[in-house]
């Protein structure tokens, strides 16, 4: 069964602080998506990376993926409170199959 | 408006009750899915389909149907629930984009069994 594990599960931070949060696998993908999801609603995408070192830039948010295409990582500059949320990754296989996998998710909570 | 619905959006049941959980997509999208959310365990997938009539197996798959008849409907289908299935449930469609689908997910149904 292909995981991948997100670190760190909680995370609270003072406004302009910066973070990185990790998403691992065993396991090759074809590409990794980044979802937000705040309370009570689906998660909503972020972003996809597809190529292996592949960089995204999305305003204060960087996403990467690994050389290998088992990992990727987002990094935010200077949070603010209305990053909080929870942060999903999600790999998606074609090997035989079209699944998504997602990771457990990061609960960001940014303070003013 | 773009959007995936689901309905309803909070249901109680007893174990055993068959249930259908709707979800429709006005976007034209090919690929559909359906996922189950647990605290602890995130988001699992519990069917998926790549156009009409094409539907297969995620990670969690027990104790649910599908079905993919029309393009812009796919009904998760319980025939015999139970507590174990209790939770929220959310519905995904998405568009091919250079070999992955980009989702976009519903409100989320929140399901107890009894």
């Known amino acids: 069964t292909q995981l991948l594990e997100q670190s760190p599960q909680f995370l609270s931070i003072q406004e302009g602080e910066n973070l990185t949060v990790y998403c691992n696998s065993s396991s090759v993908f074809s590409s990794l998506q980044w979802y937000r999801q705040e309370p009570g609603e689906g998660p909503v995408l972020l972003v996809t990376v597809v190529t292996g070192g592949e960089v995204k830039k999305l305003k204060r948010l960087t996403f990467q993926f690994g050389d290998a295409r088992k990992d990727s990582s987002l990094h935010i500059t200077a949070a603010q409170p209305g990053d909080t949320g929870l942060y999903l990754c999600?790999?998606?296989?074609?090997?035989?199959?079209?699944?998504?996998?997602f990771g457990t998710g990061t609960r960001l909570k940014v303070l003013a | 408006e773009a959007q995936v619905t689901q309905n309803p959006r909070y249901l109680i049941t007893v174990t055993g009750k068959k249930l259908t959980v709707t979800c429709s997509q006005n976007m034209n999208h090919e690929y559909m899915s359906w996922y189950r959310q647990d605290p602890g365990l995130g988001l699992r997938q519990i069917y998926y389909?790549?156009?009409?009539?094409?539907?297969d197996k995620g990670d969690v798959p027990e104790g649910y149907k599908v079905s993919r008849k029309e393009k812009r409907n796919f009904p998760l289908i319980l025939e015999s629930p139970s507590p174990n299935q209790t939770s929220l449930y959310f519905c995904?469609?998405?568009?091919?984009?250079?070999?992955?689908?980009?989702?976009?997910f519903g409100p989320g149904t929140r399901l107890t069994v009894l």
């Open positions: 999600a790999g998606f296989t074609t090997s035989g199959t079209y699944k998504y996998i």
């Open positions: 389909s790549m156009n009409v009539e094409v539907t």
């Open positions: 995904a469609s998405g568009y091919r984009d250079r070999g992955h689908y980009e989702q976009f």
